[in-house]
DNA sequence: CACTTGACCTGTCCGC
DNA sequence: TGCGGACAGGTCAAGT
């Protein structure tokens, strides 16, 4: 899915085009991506104006004027795109194959606003989900109860990732990183990013990790979280932000999908393996275990 | 408890 | 071409 980096530019983007916009109506094909009664979504769905949009791990909060909020997951293949009335897609614009026949058949809701603009979550896999709900209880869900900090708040460093890190000692690196109630945000990408940066093979039992480790690993997870939010995140194949671009940072990612091509850093050959049931990219020469 | 595996889905790619 | 299996950015419930 959107990681950290993905999710922070659809918030930013939405955060430019639907704001003060009020809902009209709301259509759906697939009931678990919208799991909301009818009487819910009619009360403090439509009619309702959007007020802000803001993000927490991977996860977007619509926050309406009905006191209710759309909490929406895009898991592995969810997109949020907006559409207005004016702008053509016609042959030549850049998001023309993106955008421009949008709905389509991995359209699973339609947020359609008074202006005749509207906002698509598609989502090809149908994990993902578009929940509404009162904007006080959203703290309650347990998987907002559990998430750890912000890796790019200003209350992080690299003795808090230590911290966090405690419980997980019998863990590999790799899959404590993608535990989101160590730190939020991170996937599978900006994982194997991340310890490439440190040097740290990702199968290393988090028990021997030594405060250099910790820091040089906190400061590789901000640099490189930094690096795609300010490249519009990464496309790997699905991937669009909410104006149908995408993101530009796999083309800078040194390990991620570069298995068979030289490390940047030491030119020993990178592979691709398993490491917490997931696919994962490492130079061998540079992350000893 | 901590940790791993299977399930949720569709689509694509690769080997036979 | 067709078919089966593995795999894909995430998370949860159920297993050990």
Redesign the pocket.
């Known amino acids: ?3 950290l980096p ?1 999710v922070e530019t659809i918030k930013n983007g939405l955060n430019k085009l639907i704001i003060n916009k009020t809902v009209a109506s709301v259509s759906y094909d ?1 009931p ?1 991506s919208f799991p909301n009664s009818k009487s819910d979504y009619k009360s403090f769905l439509i009619e309702s104006r959007v007020e802000l949009v803001r993000r927490r ?3 977007l909060i619509v926050n309406l004027s009905s006191q209710y909020s759309l909490v929406i ?5 969810g997109q949020l795109v907006y559409k207005d009335k004016k702008t053509r897609f016609g042959a030549g614009h850049p998001n023309r194959s993106l955008i421009g026949k949008l709905p389509d ?2 359209t699973r809701v339609t947020v359609s606003f008074d202006d005749g603009s509207k906002l698509f979550f598609n989502d ?4 993902g989900w578009m929940r509404l709900m009162p904007t006080i209880e959203i703290e309650n ?3 907002f109860k ?2 750890g900090p912000e890796p790019l708040s200003d209350n992080v460093n690299w003795k808090v990732l230590r911290d966090r890190f405690k ?6 690196i790799k ?2 990183l ?4 160590v730190l ?8 194997d990013e991340s310890l490439w940066g440190a040097k740290i093979h990702p199968a290393i ?3 021997t990790l030594k405060d250099k480790d910790y820091q040089t690993l906190y400061k590789e997870i901000v640099n490189v979280l930094n690096l795609s939010i300010s490249l519009g ?8 932000d909410a104006e149908g671009k995408k ?1 530009s940072y796999l083309a800078f990612a040194k390990v ?2 570069k298995e068979g091509l030289p490390c940047p850093r030491c030119g020993h050959t990178i592979i ?1 393996t ?1 490491v ?5 990219h490492l130079c061998p020469h540079c992350q000893r275990r």
């Not at 939020?184 to 994982?191: K, W």
């Not at 995140?233 to 669009?240: H, L, M, R, V």
């Open positions: 899915m959107p990681e993905e697939w678990k791990a991977k996860v997951h895009l898991k592995m293949t058949k991995s090809q896999r149908k994990f869900l347990d998987f559990r998430v419980r997980k000692k019998n863990s590999s899959a404590s993608l535990d989101q109630s939020a945000g991170i996937g599978n990408i900006y994982a039992l988090v028990g995140g990464s496309t790997d194949k699905n991937y669009i993101g991620f999908r691709k398993r917490a049931n997931r696919g994962t």
